[in-house]
Each structure stands twice: as structure tokens, then as C-alpha cells.
């Protein structure tokens, strides 16, 4: 499913919502990828996906300038994780 919305370059919103089952280090795998494969996402929904420890997520938004919108609300994300991402 990632490789096709990567792959399809007319694609500029992606909700994956609740995808992952709960299972945070395949949903932060799959969020760091779509945002450093190169796509200009301009929104991307991973809410209540059980996210957390998202290190390679936070560094990840520096390399996507032109997403507007990530909702990750819902997750399991705490105050280092949101310090990570406000950098």
C-alpha cells in the first residue's frame, strides 16, 4: 500500500488512520517513509495508530517542507516526543 501511494504521484493526502493495529514501530516505520521518499504529501493522517518513540518520525519532517498538514492525534506520543517534533 505505501509503495503504491509513493508510487502514485497525483496522490497529495494520505489518511491512515487506525492502520497498524496498534503497533507503533510499524506505523512510525511507514510514516518516516513517506516522509523522506521524496513525494510532496501535502497531508498525511496517522491518527490513533498507537505512534510513539518517534525519533526517526521527528527527524524525518525536516526532509518534507511541503506537508502542510500530519494529524497524529490519538497516538501515544508524550512531552519528549512532542519536543522532538517541535524542533
Known sequence: LLDSAIDNLSI???FLDNC????SANG?????S???CGRPFKTLNFSRNGL???DDVAAALATNPKLKKLWIHDNRLNDRDAELIAQ
Not at 20 to 23: K, M, P, R, T
Not at 28 to 32: G, V
Request: aromatic fraction near 6%; proline fraction near 0%.
Open 34 to 36: 513517506l516522509l523522506t
Open 28 to 32: 512510525c516505520r511507514a510514516l518516516a
Open 12 to 14: 497529495k493526502m494520505l
Open 20 to 23: 497498524f493495529n496498534q503497533e
Open 52 to 54: 510513539s518513540g518517534i
